[in-house]
């Protein structure tokens, strides 16, 4: 039995991950100069700070639940899929991790405008994982990564009784 190649380390997390804060400054910069005004509700500050705030903890311990606890590093130097861990509710702890990051500084931004930017951040996601990482590990897995991807979303986390 010929062994496995390997996934790269890093997949298209880095360019995700910059572009998706890239956006993010810009957006908050633009909405900063006075411009959509329109999206900016005095009433709302407040309420979409605390929402902002959480999100950013969230995301915060999504990503140190995937990075720390889930050991995802010790899987690709192992060449195993990483199924365990925050890994058994969601595909993707990582890129969702920044996802609510950065939704959560929008928030915090205040302006709705804005808010159109974490759907923008969702398609990005979406499509990359489809064109790269997914045909990756279906190629590398077969059908224990098909069995897993019915079983588990991609970046929304899926909550199952038991």
Not at 12 to 25: D, E, M, Q, R, S
Request: net charge positive.
């Amino acid at each position: 039995m010929s062994e496995k190649k390997h996934l790269p380390r890093y997949g298209i997390g880095p360019l995700y991950t910059a572009l998706v804060i890239a956006l993010t400054i810009a957006g908050i910069r633009l909405s900063g100069t006075g411009r959509f005004l329109s999206g900016q509700i005095k009433a709302l500050q407040i309420p979409f700070a605390v929402i902002g705030i959480i999100m950013i903890f969230t995301g915060g311990a999504l990503w140190y639940s995937a990075v720390f606890q889930a050991k995802v590093d010790s899987c690709i130097k192992s060449n195993t899929l990483a199924t365990t861990g925050i890994y058994a509710y969601v595909r993707n702890p990582i890129y969702s991790a920044v996802l609510l990051v950065c939704t959560g500084a929008l928030f915090i931004a205040n302006n709705l405008w804005l808010l159109i930017l974490p759907f923008v951040f969702w398609v990005i996601l979406t499509v990359m994982m489809i064109c790269t990482e997914e045909k990756w590990l279906k190629r590398l897995y077969g059908k224990e990564y098909e069995e897993y991807c019915k079983r588990v979303n991609r970046c929304i986390p899926k909550i199952r009784a038991r």
